[in-house]
């Protein structure tokens, strides 16, 4: 069997310690044994599905990693703050919010247009948000446009919007 002093070429005996050390906290990674909710969720935010005891702290923690972990949220714990905080960092995380409200959809699709897609309730307000919001990019407002589920509404935007350009 290769040594660690061997894989890296080392020759030293305190190198050959510090190998052995380096091998062994990359084949053996440390195990979660002994460690709390926090600690778990700061290596990896995705183990929040896993955790039954969830705190609003710890949903909070894990969502501040990483806008995903929203998914993982239970619904009782998915307060209108964390909420709108998930989908001020990422507008895709309107995708995973159970209770939207206006301002989280207005939150969201002001951070990313093509949230529109997850709004459940899509009125004309946010449609109208999300193609004419978007630094100017023409491209972006047109996959928002596409995204919008009611055709009519899609249609009347389409429409004032040539219609404002036209002199």
Partial sequence: MMTPARIFGFCNSNLANLAKKIANLIIKPAPYKGTNNFQI?????????????????????AVERNWGALRYVRADMQTPELCLFAVTQN?????????QTEAICWAAIKE???????????????CLL??????GATKRRR????????????DRILLAQLGARTP
Wanted: glycine fraction near 4%; charge should be negative; aromatic fraction near 12%.
């Fill in 91 to 99: 507008g895709h995380a309107l995708e995973y919010v159970r209770n």
């Fill in 143 to 154: 996959s928002a446009l596409h995204l919008i589920r009611d055709l009519d509404t899609a």
């Fill in 41 to 61: 969720i700061d290596r990896n935010w995705t183990a929040l599905q896993y955790i039954t005891n969830q705190t609003s702290e710890l949903c909070w923690f």
């Fill in 112 to 126: 990313t247009p093509a949230a529109i897609k997850y709004v459940h309730e899509q009125t004309p307000a946010l």
């Fill in 130 to 135: 999300a193609v004419s919001w978007g630094r």
